[in-house]
């Protein structure tokens, strides 16, 4: 795959759209104008990959919106070295956008199909975010506490694990609903209480909880 003059001339363009569309943070939007999305699509998807739209990516998971990935992103207030979690890998855009930001991050899939490609597409890319094969709603004990976990697909409710996991002071974005999502932003204020707020209807594909096979 290479990465040519037109592809970062469109990528610069996405990211202005992602400004105008009301994200603010500099740095997200910088690592959604470097980051090259066509790598993470199929070759028949790769020529819209700078429009800001999902694309299934195979075994019935789609790429985020790449507005979606910034608005998210946003609202974790990463700092360099951050420890970060993400659930749902998928095609692996949205944990390189989090590694661009700085953080070290550990990364859940529970589909082996999608885990093994997108394994090999970060390492092509040198990328060393640590990916796991695994059941999201678990998190990964070895590595907590966090500094912030996000959750890329729709969350029927918030996983309890995810909330241990937290750092006093972390953040969980999570968006939680069927159908469509209401994106929320937990704060651990202390080892028990939580604040909560909410940012409006997303819609992603379902947190789903056995995986499909193995
Ligand atoms: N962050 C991804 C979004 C992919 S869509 C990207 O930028 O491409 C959401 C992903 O969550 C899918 O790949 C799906 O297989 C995965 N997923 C769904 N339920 C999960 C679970 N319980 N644990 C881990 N991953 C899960």
Aim: aromatic share 10%; glycine share 8%; with cysteine.
């Amino acid at each position: 795959m290479t990465d040519s003059y037109r592809h970062k001339g469109l990528r610069k363009q996405l990211a202005e759209e992602i400004a105008r569309k009301g994200i603010k943070d500099t740095r997200v939007i910088e690592a959604i104008a470097k980051v090259p999305r066509h790598f993470f699509l199929d070759t028949a998807f790769a020529e819209h990959a700078y429009e800001n739209k999902a694309f299934p990516i195979g075994s019935g998971q789609t790429i985020s919106h790449p507005y979606t990935v910034a608005f998210q992103s946003e609202l974790l207030e990463i700092e360099k070295g951050h420890k970060v979690l993400e659930i749902g890998t998928g095609s692996g855009y949205q944990t390189t956008i989090l590694c661009e930001l700085g953080a070290k991050v550990f990364s859940i899939e529970r589909q082996k199909e999608l885990f093994d490609r997108t394994k090999l597409i970060l390492k092509k890319m040198n990328y060393t975010a640590k990916l796991y094969y695994g059941d999201g709603y678990k998190g990964i004990p070895t590595w907590a506490p966090y500094d912030s976990i996000i959750v890329t697909c729709g969350a029927p409710f918030i996983p309890e694990d995810l909330l241990e996991q937290l750092k006093v002071g972390g953040k969980l974005v999570i968006p939680i609903g069927d159908g469509k999502q209401i994106m929320t932003l937990i704060t651990k204020e202390s080892k028990i209480e939580f604040t909560k707020k909410t940012f409006g209807d997303f819609m992603f594909v379902p947190m789903l909880e056995k995986k499909a096979r193995d």
